[in-house]
T-cell receptor
Framework: EAGVAQSPRYKIIEKRQSVAFWCNPI?????LYWYQQILGQGPKLLIQ????????DSQLPKDRFSAERLKGVDSTLKIQPAKLEDSAVYLC???????????????FGEGSRLTVL | GDSVTQMEGPVTLSEEAFLTINCTYT??????LFWYVQYPGEGLQLLLK?????DKGSNKGFEATYRKETTSFHLEKGSVQVSDSAVYFC??????????FGDGTTLTVKP
């Protein structure tokens, strides 16, 4: 199975600016996740998609974060306006094996590292 | 809510030493348990898993046993190598879709 493509790998912006991250699970997996990983912490779920519908966005700060997955393939995560505390790595993930899905068995992309100055 | 607690790092060992990284959890229901590893400059990848009590997950010489009575999933390896230097994350999933991760333990193995 192919991987998860993310871009950009690195982004530096000033606070109050906006930024967008892109993810493609490549093999067309139905379930897609966005996680936020702050330095020194484990990943925390921001949003889960099933095809192009949202399954769980309870931990997404909706006043500044938004995400979409048009056509159920690639996805975009946007932050507007950014705050200093948004500095983190944003990870996109899909299920590891679509043929034998075990909840929590995930394949991660390499992530997009955001620095907010 | 669900939570995962890992032993604090960093952990520094000499090559061929025995490794234990402790992980305990709190969860409603019966979670699946995982260890993920992040090598320097790379993304998170699944190391091993266990889906029910008393299951032992194993991969690349690493093992962890799902202990329901102690709510633990400790990671062990009998003889570590320099190439095992990485950050290790314990995680759980309660079939609700959302995975909960620990804060990671950094392992450095010296030759």
């Amino acid at each position: 199975e192919a991987g998860v493509a993310q871009s950009p790998r690195y982004k530096i912006i000033e606070k109050r600016q906006s930024v967008a991250f892109w993810c493609n699970p490549i093999s067309g997996h139905a379930t897609l996740y966005w996680y936020q990983q702050i330095l020194g912490q484990g990943p925390k779920l921001l949003i889960q998609f099933q095809n192009n519908g949202v399954v769980d966005d309870s931990q997404l700060p909706k006043d500044r974060f938004s995400a979409e997955r048009l056509k159920g393939v690639d996805s975009t995560l946007k932050i507007q306006p950014a705050k200093l505390e948004d500095s983190a790595v944003y990870l996109c993930a899909r299920v590891l094996n679509s043929g034998s899905f075990i909840p929590g068995e995930l394949f991660f992309g390499e992530g997009s590292r955001l620095t907010v100055l | 809510g669900d939570s995962v607690t890992q032993m604090e790092g960093p952990v520094t060992l000499s090559e061929e030493a025995f490794l234990t990284i402790n992980c305990t959890y709190t969860a409603t229901g019966y979670p699946s348990l995982f260890w993920y590893v992040q090598y320097p400059g790379e993304g998170l990848q699944l190391l091993l898993k266990a889906t029910k009590a008393d299951d032992k997950g194993s991969n690349k010489g690493f093992e962890a046993t799902y202990r329901k009575e102690t709510t633990s999933f400790h990671l062990e390896k009998g003889s570590v190598q320099v190439s095992d230097s990485a950050v290790y994350f314990c995680a759980l999933n309660t079939n609700a879709g959302k995975s909960t991760f620990g804060d990671g333990t950094t392992l450095t193995v010296k030759p």
